[in-house]
């Protein structure tokens, strides 16, 4: 069905809705009598709005190719994890709380059609991630690498076949259970596997908590004792609290005060122990560096959101920190310094500024 087809067919869901009966919203459905209306309306009203919202995301399919810096990407994610989550049931005769992750997960068990490679690669690499602490994270990881690899569509074909997993959701209410809603769905999730999705899925150590994403940057270092920087472990995370004077953190200012640790050499530091930082450093003496940062400054320049708490309490602990948005110029200044300190053009070439950092021992070359 075509994208326009498909709008057209829920603007006619949506009157015929309106003629029945009132337009329930969510949280007011006072009698067991309205209920089944009511379920049916803010389904049809959620995802008809939700989806005409995704209309300029779908215009994209012709713009080339789209990153994480494209403002409509977290609504998209958004809408897909509540649809995926609607009328989702939890198990009676268990405490653990089932997420649509879940569903994914179980797929490998239940789904017996043979041509489940790709799930099955997706789901392994979504289960190895130690940078993921929970159901929802890891299911919001797997959206996002079905984007990546334009599986969308074809799992989501798995999942409504495979019956022993489509029946944990409820028939009044879930999307994924309503033949009127489903297939506009189905429609969208294909033309969405069409586009050319260019996101960075190592960028997931926040997806337990939010959509958003923050910066992530990499800092390559030269062998070293140590860092020379204060580090404060709070809610399993490594924080950078002071960078020490004359150090080569201090030196090359890679970091500041309020940014996180996420990875050395392949190492996830999500859910550190105290100490932990210290621990890898010392395993890797000898060995050239590469650090994953995650800033507290989003890519606007003000504080990335899910990190306002924790820098509360850093600045707690240390009130001479600051965490202010930086003014535009003086972003436009600095930028524009590093771009002359860096490279400039001399007879039809680039030629680059460095400095020497220190050097290593790394054996003779034959």
């Known amino acids: 069905?075509?994208?326009?087809?498909?709008?057209?067919?829920?603007l006619n869901i949506k009157r015929k809705l309106r003629r029945n009966g009132p337009l329930y919203s969510w949280g007011k459905q006072k009698t067991q009598s309205c209920e089944l209306q009511g379920n049916r309306v803010c389904q049809c009203v959620l995802f008809w709005s939700g989806l005409m919202k995704q209309v300029c995301i779908l215009n994209l399919k012709s713009a080339g190719t789209i990153t994480d810096s494209n403002p409509h990407l977290t609504s998209c994610c958004e809408l897909l994890e509540l649809i995926l989550r609607k009328g989702l049931q939890q198990p009676v005769l268990s405490l653990a709380h089932r997420d649509y992750w879940n569903c994914f997960e179980q797929l490998l068990h239940?789904?017996?059609?043979g041509r489940l490679s790709s799930v099955s690669l997706a789901v392994?690499?979504?289960?190895?991630?130690?940078?993921?602490?929970t159901s929802q994270g890891r299911g919001r990881f797997f959206i996002?690498?079905?984007?990546?690899r334009r599986t969308l569509g074809n799992v989501l074909k798995h999942l409504l076949h495979t019956n022993r997993v489509i029946e944990w959701y409820c028939p009044n209410v879930a999307i994924l259970t309503n033949e009127e809603f489903v297939e506009p769905f189905l429609s969208l999730s294909m033309v969405l596997s069409e586009m050319n999705f260019n996101i960075n899925i190592e960028n997931c150590s926040f997806l337990d908590e939010s959509w958003l994403l923050p910066v992530r940057q990499i800092y390559e270092a030269?062998?070293?004792r140590e860092l020379g920087m204060a580090l404060r472990y709070l809610d399993g995370r490594v924080f950078v609290l002071d960078l020490l004077q004359?150090?080569?953190?201090?030196?090359?200012?890679?970091?500041?005060p309020g940014d996180i640790i996420d990875e050395m050499n392949g190492i996830s530091l999500r859910n550190a122990s105290n100490g932990q930082a210290g621990v890898v450093l010392s395993k890797l003496k000898g060995q050239p560096l590469s650090i994953h940062l995650i800033r507290w400054r989003g890519e606007d320049g003000s504080i990335y959101q899910p990190l306002v708490k924790h820098l509360r309490q850093l600045k707690q602990e240390k009130p001479s920190l600051q965490f202010g948005p930086k003014p535009a110029s003086q972003q436009d200044k600095t930028s524009g310094q590093k771009r002359g300190q860096t490279q400039c053009v001399k007879d039809g070439r680039i030629l680059?500024?460095?400095?020497?950092?220190?050097?290593?021992?790394?054996?003779?070359v034959q």
Request: proline share 2%.
């Open 222 to 224: 030269v062998p070293c």
């Open 1 to 10: 069905m075509h994208l326009l087809d498909t709008c057209a067919h829920l």
């Open 124 to 133: 392994q690499q979504t289960t190895a991630c130690s940078k993921l602490l």
């Open 352 to 364: 680059y500024g460095v400095h020497l950092l220190g050097k290593a021992n790394i054996g003779m």
């Open 144 to 148: 996002r690498l079905m984007l990546m």
């Open 246 to 256: 004359g150090s080569q953190a201090q030196v090359d200012m890679f970091a500041e």
């Open 110 to 113: 239940h789904d017996t059609c």
